[in-house]
């Protein structure tokens, strides 16, 4: 009976792990919204309108952004998803996805936990890339539409 008061010791080494992920995924997004707020403090005269979403089950977190008027409407302006998650190695990754208002374009970049990662700049250089906009996206040619070839029956 004494198998049931110890948990096995990949358990316990995951929920450190799922310790350190919440914080590398809670702290990540603040020093995102932090960054925004410090290269654009106020959007078309307003100002930022954050709204955060966390799964810790799951290690997704959203962070909705949107400008408030003075007096305004709030406007969304898009939204920046994170996953957290453990590599193969045991090593913490980010993975965070930029979404804008009115196009369906996004943009993914992974972040890897390496000793020399300074995550608030990290946080910092995304900030400046979600605030330059969506990607430029090139023209796709459209293909001339074919005509289905008239199938011949066979005899047999």
Not at 39 to 54: E, F, K, L
Not at 76 to 90: E, I, K, P, T, Y
Not at 129 to 151: F, I, K, M, N, Q
Request: aromatic share 8%; glycine share 6%; hydrophobic share 45%.
């Amino acid at each position: 009976m004494s198998f049931f008061l110890k948990p096995p010791a990949r358990r316990a080494e995951r929920s450190s792990g799922s310790l350190r992920m919440h914080t590398r995924l809670l702290s990540f997004l603040s020093d995102l919204e932090r960054a925004i707020a410090a290269d654009d403090p106020a959007p078309d005269g307003g100002a930022w309108d954050a709204n955060r979403t966390v799964n810790y089950q799951l290690g997704l977190a959203r962070l909705a952004l949107a400008v408030r008027a003075a007096g305004g409407p709030r406007a969304l302006r898009g939204a920046v998803l994170v996953q957290s998650f453990l590599l193969a190695d045991g090593t913490p990754c980010l993975k965070a996805r930029f979404s804008w208002r009115s196009t369906e374009a996004t943009v993914t970049h992974a972040i890897y936990a390496k000793p020399d990662t300074d995550w608030v700049r990290e946080a910092r250089r995304l900030a400046a890339e979600w605030l330059a906009g969506p990607p430029a996206t090139a023209p796709v040619a459209s293909l001339p539409e074919l005509a289905p070839a008239p199938l011949a029956a066979s005899a047999i």
